[in-house]
């Protein structure tokens, strides 16, 4: 199984921050990673998917980059309703893996 | 807009078999993969298999021999069933659509709202 690492588990930030998230696969998965959002009670949301492309209705602010097996999501102006939990998911080869996910608190 | 809605028991006992069917509104169930993916309580995701809906299947290794997953698409419905289920089975069980846009591979764009199965005597 492809092994998903994100770093850090948690992280506290204010409205207003840039924030970076990190995903590294223990093997080579090209550009077939995506990162979805959840918030407590509900079910994840798609934000990103192919490492890079925005899902339509997800605020430009959310942005991903990288290919191989090392990623990165990043909010370029963290707003009150993006604290959350963020995980990463390859879907390079079966069993698809996700992440540990990171979880997103309020300075 | 596509909708889907787990259905199914909220209790199992364990060693029993655990059982859920997931509905699709507001959208075909055909030319699309549908999956299960499952989240124990405070941890995290865990992918569980996907159908296509003409019913070719992927499970994963790690629930490979206590899963079936199954289609019935006159119905628009999807459904789950774990085997021999233990108190590890315990979570929330998400059903959802994939979708897969070249040059990327496949990422999950729809979920259910989810349903916890707790399995307990």
């Known amino acids: 199984d492809i092994q998903m690492t994100q770093s850090p588990s948690s992280l506290s930030a204010s409205v207003g921050d840039r924030v970076t998230i990190t995903c590294r696969a223990s093997?080579?998965?090209?550009?077939?990673l995506n990162w979805y959002q959840q918030k407590p009670g509900k079910a994840p949301k798609l934000l990103i998917y192919?490492?890079?492309s925005l899902q339509s209705g997800v605020p430009s602010r959310f942005s991903g980059s990288g290919s191989g097996t090392d990623f990165t999501l990043t909010i370029s102006s963290l707003q009150p309703e993006d604290f959350a939990t963020y995980y990463c998911q390859q879907s390079y080869s079966t069993p698809w893996t996700f992440g540990q996910g990171t979880k997103v608190e309020i300075k | 807009q596509v909708q889907l809605q787990e259905s199914g028991p909220g209790l199992v006992k364990p060693s029993e078999t655990l059982s859920l069917t997931c509905t699709v509104s507001g959208g075909s169930i055909n030319s699309y993969y549908w999956s299960w993916i499952r989240q124990p309580p405070g941890k995290g995701l865990e992918w569980i298999g996907y159908i296509y809906y003409r019913g070719r299947t992927d499970y994963n290794p790690s629930l490979k021999s206590r899963v079936t997953i199954s289609v019935d698409t006159s119905k628009s419905q999807f459904s789950l069933k774990l085997t021999s289920v233990s108190a590890a089975d315990t979570a929330v069980y998400y059903c959802?659509?994939?979708?897969?846009?070249?040059?990327?591979?496949?990422?999950?764009?729809?979920w259910g709202q989810g349903t916890l199965v707790t399995v307990s005597s």
């Open positions: 093997q080579y998965i090209n550009n077939y």
């Open positions: 192919a490492a890079s």
């Open positions: 959802a659509r994939l979708r897969s846009i070249a040059p990327g591979g496949p990422f999950i764009e729809y």
